[in-house]
């Protein structure tokens, strides 16, 4: 009855460390990804889509944002800030992140923007859209970060487009969702 009982506790060992492994994979795997701005893109209808590039790779996620987004993303990349950050670093905060990390059902993409407390209370996570929490990265010098999952989801190698028309993707897919303003 004894090597029954060694040879069960050994496939148990076997299987927790086969677990372990796979969590952490899962850990590495969802680390988030950054993400520069590319440019932005003045659509023939009339939307304004921002450009993100993931850092190293080869993938690009379009983003939908409002003519005002635009217009304070264009300003942040000319290193002129607004009311918004004049108002975080008055109170004695500042931007830590922005990040990009979850879609709801319409395939719109939802944000959040990472304040550090002037209170020494941390950081604070704020919903926001996803062009108001680039415009406020951007202003700030703060990373721009999305979760691995949503960029799998909603990002597109240039590989695929240069392989690709645009009339075949758009079969493929349910279109991104437009803003209208």
Same mark, same amino acid.
């Given at each position: 009855? $004894?090597?029954?009982g060694w040879f069960v506790g050994l496939v148990l060992i076997a299987c927790a460390a086969v677990a372990l492994s796979? +969590? @952490?994979l899962k850990a590495a795997a969802s680390e988030p990804v950054a993400l520069d701005l590319q440019g932005i893109v003045h659509t023939r209808s009339g939307q304004d889509v921002a450009i993100l590039a993931e850092r190293g790779g080869a993938r690009r996620l379009p983003v939908?944002? !409002? &003519? %005002? *987004? #635009?217009?304070? %993303? $264009? /300003? @942040? /990349? &000319?290193?002129? !800030?607004? +009311?918004?950050? @004049?108002t975080i670093d008055a109170l004695g905060g500042r931007v830590v992140r922005a990040s990009i990390d979850g879609m709801a059902d319409d395939r719109a993409l939802r944000g959040h923007l990472c %304040? @550090?407390?002037g209170l020494?209370?941390? $950081?604070v996570r704020l919903d926001a859209a996803p062009g108001e929490a680039l415009a406020l990265a951007m202003q700030a010098g703060a990373p721009i970060e999305i979760d691995p999952v949503v960029l799998d *989801? #909603?990002? +597109?190698?240039?590989?695929?487009l240069r392989g &690709?028309?645009?009339g075949s993707r758009q079969r $493929?897919? #349910?279109p991104a969702p437009v803003l209208d303003m």
């Open positions: 009855m $004894e090597p029954r796979g +969590l @952490a939908p944002v !409002s &003519r %005002i *987004e #635009a217009q304070l %993303i $264009e /300003r @942040a /990349r &000319r290193g002129q !800030s607004g +009311l918004t950050q @004049a %304040i @550090a407390s020494g209370r941390g $950081e *989801e #909603a990002g +597109l190698s240039l590989d695929h &690709r028309s645009v $493929e897919v #349910a």
